[in-house]
């Protein structure tokens, strides 16, 4: 079983403060993708790397997939209320490509104004 | 351009009670997906289609639940005599054929067991 470890679990920040999430396993995946979700609601996809070493930008958000394919992290810059949520990592393992997802346990981000 | 629904959105239900929820997916997508969400944790997957064959079953899904995807279109999930372990948020999500790495989740249905 491929495991997903997101560190921190929790996380309160000031407006206007940088943070970075980090997402880490033993296991190499094919793809990894970056999820924000609120109370009561259903994961949001922000954004998928499938390159080894990949960066997005996603705004305020940058997402980078590690060079062996078993890490990735998210940073956000000048955090706003708007950013508070629980942000989850998922990756697609290669011997079941496209079927099911692996998830992370998620960080709980509060960004206080 | 509407995304993945799901019903009903909340379930309050009696131990033993069975239970069907809905999910209607992206139209274009081919793949849809069942995932269980508990408190404190990240979805865990239960099963997935491919069209209307379901094409892999997490150990997670005993032998009281069922999901069906009759014309590959939209997808039931059913949960015979509910446990209060049952408790827990039912994620639908679907993906597209050529990126079925991109999974796009729907809002979820909350069921709580009495």
């Known amino acids: 079983t491929q495991l997903l470890e997101q560190s921190p679990q929790f996380l309160s920040i000031q407006e206007g403060e940088n943070l970075t999430v980090y997402c880490n396993s033993s296991?190499?995946?094919?793809?990894l993708q970056w999820y924000r979700q609120e109370p009561g609601e259903g994961p949001v996809l922000l954004v998928t790397?499938?390159?080894?070493?990949e960066v997005k930008k996603l705004k305020r958000l940058t997402f980078q997939f590690g060079d062996a394919r078993k890490d990735s992290s998210l940073h956000i810059t000048a955090a706003q209320p708007g950013d508070t949520g629980l942000y989850l990592c998922a990756g697609d393992p290669p011997e079941t490509s496209g079927s099911r997802l692996t998830f992370g346990e998620g960080t709980q981000l509060t960004v206080n104004p | 351009d509407t995304g993945v629904s799901q019903n009903p959105r909340h379930k309050i239900t009696k131990r033993g009670q069975n239970v069907t929820f809905r999910c209607d997916p992206i139209?274009?997508?081919?793949?849809l997906y069942w995932y269980r969400q508990t408190l404190g944790q990240g979805p865990e997957f239960l099963t997935y289609?491919?069209?209307?064959?379901?094409?892999?079953k997490s150990r997670l899904l005993s032998d009281r639940f069922s999901a069906e995807r009759p014309k590959g279109s939209f997808s039931t999930l059913e949960i015979q005599r509910t446990e209060q372990g049952d408790s827990a948020m039912y994620l639908c999500?679907?993906?597209?054929?050529?990126?079925?790495?991109?999974?796009?989740f729907g809002p979820g249905t909350r069921l709580t067991v009495t």
């Open positions: 139209s274009e997508h081919n793949r």
């Open positions: 999500a679907s993906s597209p054929r050529d990126r079925s790495y991109e999974q796009y």
């Open positions: 296991s190499v995946f094919s793809s």
């Open positions: 289609f491919q069209n209307e064959a379901q094409l892999e």
């Open positions: 790397v499938v390159t080894g070493g």
